[in-house]
């Protein structure tokens, strides 16, 4: 035969009666000392004058109002058992509960890092392309930005600036600049204004015309 499973104690239920058993505890500690002065007086009667009739009661009380505290005593501590087995429970439900969303939180940091991988090679492959465009053209007569390697290293220092605190903090620490907001750019930018110098000098080396801006007549 299986045996029956022990049913976890609900600690709501186990805590409140544990608190009733205390208050009767209580209840009968105060009638037990209440009969102990009774009795001094009744015995000290009983024996002065031969009749422990009275004196009989009150120790079947006694041992009465004992066998109930020893009950209740008995209960208190089973009460207490009870409390903490729900305690321990409860306990257990909630690091289980921990253990779960770390689990379900790191198999999406699975994906971030992969993410972060593959972010970082898009960068760095777009980067070296970069340059080797520039080194093509530059083969072919142009003439880069001066500005070309600092701007992008503006660039890519200003992503790393918006990683979390404690990456950029050390990022900062082993020498990267903390740019100020006039140097944070992106390269969408660089190519909004290197792309008309670009077509000026491919202009200038294939010796084509170039439209001139429109001059305010002068005065005859």
């Known amino acids: 035969m299986n045996k ?70 008995t209960a208190i501590a089973e009460a207490q058992h009870r409390v903490a087995i729900a305690e321990a429970a409860e306990a257990k439900a909630a690091q289980a509960e921990h253990a779960q969303a770390i689990r379900s939180e790191w198999t999406q940091a699975q994906k971030d890092f992969a993410d972060l991988d593959a972010g970082l090679s898009f960068a760095t492959g777009a980067a070296n392309r970069i340059y080797q465009r520039y080194a093509t053209m530059q083969q072919h007569g142009l003439r880069p930005p001066p500005q070309l390697q600092l701007m992008l290293v503006d660039v890519v220092v200003g992503f790393l600036m918006q990683m979390p605190p404690p990456l950029w903090k050390q990022f900062n620490f082993v020498g990267l600049p903390h740019l100020p907001p006039n140097r944070r750019r992106n390269a969408a930018s660089l190519a909004d204004v290197w792309g008309p110098q670009t077509e000026r000098q491919a202009a200038a080396i294939g010796g084509e015309q170039q439209e001139q801006p429109n001059k305010p007549d002068e005065a005859a």
């Open 4 to 73: 029956a499973t022990k049913q976890t104690p609900n600690k709501e239920n186990a805590t409140a009666l544990l608190e009733r058993f205390q208050r009767e505890r209580s209840e009968l500690a105060e009638r037990k000392a209440a009969l102990a002065g009774q009795r001094r007086n009744v015995a000290y009667d009983a024996h002065a004058t031969g009749d422990a009739k009275a004196l009989d009661g009150l120790r079947r009380q006694a041992i009465e109002l004992e066998t109930r505290i020893g009950d209740i005593d």
